[in-house]
């Protein structure tokens, strides 16, 4: 009867002093550490490592909603034979995050449509946030647009500001910024905004020539592609459309239609990566 007392105050106790995990599970750890003798110092550490174990996995859990990721696109699932020029390990290092994210630095992911860069851009963020970062990942037209909306409302600096609440911000797509678009230079305020501070991750199916489209006239995108480049890296994703070379693969594969020796090697030509590109 007592202990019924107690237990109930101790759940009032562990709710002021807001430990959520040590009142859901103190009853089960309390039976195991009288069940097997433990010293009063080891159950409390137990606890206390509980608690901690448990507010990292629900800050994890929450990171991973606001970031928005794209669902399955994982490392795990990225095929890295695909872009032999991709080093896995140099990608593994980015994911831990510590030197680059720090500093502010910035990873740039160019190629053509197709060949992974959105991929890759989500499955980085994921293992960021699984490191413990925080992370928003935003088609940039879709960011530039809010942006634009809050420049109207004259709140585009506080707009800025919160975003700096993510260490990294992934815009996908640069191109996809449209010539309206272009013109308010929002774009342009956020990069110099985040500048040496918080880190960015850009996709771009087009190199750095191109960028004039997105600013809205060439001292802005010099300054831009000045400040984002100047602490960089860069992946060039320069292969072959992935859903492309999947879908010849299954024609190869071929349901039905018995291939010629002549159309798997058409086939085989067209899509094995350039010799210089060979894995070794
Ligand atoms: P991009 O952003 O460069 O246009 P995506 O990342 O959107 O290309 O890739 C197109 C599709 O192909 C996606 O469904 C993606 O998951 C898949 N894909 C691309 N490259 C790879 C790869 N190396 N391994 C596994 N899937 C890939
Ligand atoms: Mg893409």
Redesign the pocket.
């Known amino acids: 009867m007592t202990q019924t007392i107690d237990a109930a105050r101790l759940c009032l106790l562990l709710n002021d002093l807001r430990l959520p995990a040590i009142k859901q599970g103190w009853a089960m750890m309390a039976e195991r550490a009288d069940r097997e003798a433990w010293p009063a110092a080891r159950f409390l550490a137990s606890l206390a490592e509980h608690e901690i174990a448990e507010r990292d996995r629900r800050r994890i859990e929450r990171h991973l909603l606001e970031a928005r990721l794209l669902p399955g ?1 994982t490392l795990d ?3 890295f034979t ?2 032999p020029a991709l080093s896995r390990a140099h990608v593994a290092a980015i994911c831990a995050g510590d030197s680059w994210i720090e500093a502010g630095a910035n990873l740039i992911l160019l ?1 053509g ?8 851009a989500s499955a980085i963020g994921l293992a960021l946030v699984e490191n413990g970062w925080r992370v928003l990942f935003a088609r940039t037209s879709d960011l530039v647009q809010k942006l634009q909306l809050a420049r109207r409302e004259l709140a585009l600096e506080a707009a800025i500001t919160r975003l700096d609440r993510y260490h990294l911000l992934i815009l996908d797509d640069l191109a996809y910024v449209t010539k309206d678009q272009a013109e308010t230079s929002v774009l342009f305020e956020l990069i110099s905004a985040r500048y040496e501070r918080r880190s960015m991750l850009i ?1 771009a ?1 087009m190199g750095f020539g191109e960028w004039g489209r997105i600013f809205p006239d060439p001292a802005m995108t010099l300054a831009a592609v000045d400040r984002i480049v100047h602490h960089a890296t860069i992946f060039e ?1 320069n292969v072959d459309s ?2 492309r070379r999947a879908a010849l693969d299954r024609k190869q594969k071929g349901a039905g239609r018995p291939p010629t020796r002549a159309t798997i090697k058409t086939i085989a030509a067209d899509v094995s990566p350039p010799d210089n590109q060979t894995q070794t």
Do not use: E, W
């Open positions: 696109k699932s990225f095929d695909a872009v190629g449509p197709g060949g992974g860069k959105t991929h890759l996709t199916n994703i992935y859903r």
